[in-house]
């Protein structure tokens, strides 16, 4: 069996939706406890805290506990796998756009 990149661990951490949605409550707080991920999900406490063990070894959050309470943000570096593998398809899309800028001139001079 093929040993998992990176990479491979940060999409298959983002591709479930809940998942996802855990992350950007997250990302969008300074910080948040489970509590607070909790109330209005729509999601168990216990679903949550399996979530975020998953964010957390895929390197997406970082915690720091608080008495009785861990305080959950946003890890920038964890996507810094999945932002260097859409990189090396920037020299795609700049030839993609550069041909359509051309044919946009060609169309409309």
């Known amino acids: 069996m093929m040993q998992m990149t990176a990479v491979d661990a940060v999409m298959r951490t983002l591709a479930d939706p809940t998942r ?28 949550i805290s399996q979530h975020l063990r998953s964010l957390k070894q895929a390197g997406l959050i970082a915690d720091r506990p608080e008495g009785r309470n861990v305080h959950y943000r946003a890890e920038p ?26 044919l946009l001139k060609e169309i409309d001079p």
């Open 20 to 47: 996802r949605a855990v992350f950007e409550r997250i990302v969008k707080s300074e910080e948040i406890t489970v509590a607070e991920l909790t109330r209005g999900s729509g999601v168990t406490q216990s679903a």
């Open 77 to 102: 570096k964890g996507l810094a796998p999945l932002v260097d593998w859409m990189a090396l398809y920037g020299v795609f899309w700049r030839g993609r756009f550069a041909n359509l800028k051309t």
